[in-house]
């Protein structure tokens, strides 16, 4: 439940609608897979990282080059859309895993409950009903009746089948999902885990997108929330901030922006520990043995730990302005393609 899935899912739903469904179709799908097909394995191997997991079937040194490298370019491209810069650095440096554990649940709760309210308040502004909250959107769109239907993202099956697959496998091969199966006592606390984690974030998903219909009919029709070009202010992904004045005044959007803010700081701080875990445990052991034959200094591989994981961070930084103005959730998409194309089918046949 990242600030990605709350912001671009409903922007994207704001500017094309049902094609958009995908995202959260996606995104859902991958947990069930987590939880009958990776969970249990994952915790019994009892590695620390997708690295570990992959060595343990397969050839180390490469293994481990490969691992790492693919870890690290899925956390670059999810910073993208998420970067807060040092100041997540700073927190999971002192805080580690048990502050970035409590993070994450207050911002889950929080997050929750902010969005059901919206949810909420857009519902019974049709009288709860779902009929009526599709058919004012085809009066007020610009795209009309075509938002009801494929074709506005999605332009052909083909596009609609690997972008899903993407998707998919792409969530069961995120490293800092996967970290998170190493956490929890057992295999059965595992199972637990994604289970309950699966039943909320669909919950969440279907949230989002009765914000980004609500959106299109209480944001793109009143022009405070547009620039003078008839744009939204602060961006396309401002969709369900601006959702937030609507349905709940100032008071309600400071929430909802301080939410979103808790929803970056916490999903950063997972992919910081998956990044700083590939770079100090994965391509320590990798420049250890590669570079050093085994005889590296403490001293070394800690000014390479040091100095990688601050590249990764300017990288991130750097992309993250470039991509400034693109939709949030399809950047989030290139970290899950490179996750399904290259995590996914060796985590996959390592627990085999």
Same mark, same amino acid.
Do not use: D, K, T
């Given at each position: 439940m990242s600030a990605a899935s709350f912001l671009g899912i409903s922007a994207a739903v704001y500017a094309n609608s049902y094609d958009d469904l995908i995202y959260s179709i996606g995104f859902r799908v991958g947990w069930p897979i987590i939880t009958f097909l990776m969970a249990e394995c994952l915790r019994n191997l009892g590695r620390f990282t997708f690295a570990d997991v992959a060595a343990y079937r397969f050839k180390q040194t490469p293994i481990r080059a490969f691992a790492a490298s693919g870890t690290l370019?899925? &956390?670059? %491209?999810?910073?993208?859309?998420?970067? &807060? *810069?040092?100041?997540m650095m700073v927190y999971v440096l002192f805080g580690g895993m048990t502050a970035t554990t409590w993070v994450q649940i207050i911002e889950a709760c929080l997050l929750l409950a902010g969005a059901s309210f919206m949810a909420f308040i857009v519902m019974w502004q049709f009288n709860f009903s779902p009929e009526a909250l599709f058919a004012k959107p085809v009066e007020v769109h610009d795209k009309k009746s075509s938002i009801m239907g494929p074709g506005n993202f999605i332009k052909d099956p083909i596009l609609a089948i690997s972008f899903g697959i993407a998707l998919m496998f792409g969530t069961a *091969?995120?490293?800092?999902?996967?970290?998170?199966? %190493?956490t929890v006592p057992n295999a059965k606390e595992a199972r637990k885990s994604v289970f309950w984690a699966t039943t909320w974030i669909g919950y969440f998903y279907i949230l989002t997108f009765i914000i980004g219909f609500g959106a299109i009919v209480l944001v793109s029709t009143n022009s405070v929330f547009k620039d003078a070009g008839g744009k939204l202010l602060g961006g396309a992904n401002m969709a369900a901030v601006h959702l937030a004045s609507a349905v709940g005044g100032n008071v309600f959007l400071g929430f909802i922006s301080a939410v979103t803010f808790a929803t970056i700081l916490a999903v950063v701080a997972g992919l910081t520990l998956a990044g700083v875990s590939a770079v100090s445990h994965d391509l320590h052991d990798f420049y250890a043995t590669v570079f050093k034959q085994g005889k590296a200094s403490s001293k070394s591989e800690l000014k390479v730990s040091r100095i990688t994981t601050i590249v990764l961070g300017i990288v991130a930084v750097v992309l993250g302005i470039v991509f400034e103005k693109q939709n949030i959730a399809f950047m989030v998409s290139l970290a899950f393609a490179v996750a399904a194309s290259a995590n996914f089918p060796v985590l996959f046949m390592s627990v085999l």
């Open positions: 370019v899925v &956390v670059a %491209f999810y910073l993208i859309a998420q970067i &807060v *810069g040092a100041l *091969g995120l490293p800092h999902i996967l970290m998170r199966l %190493f």
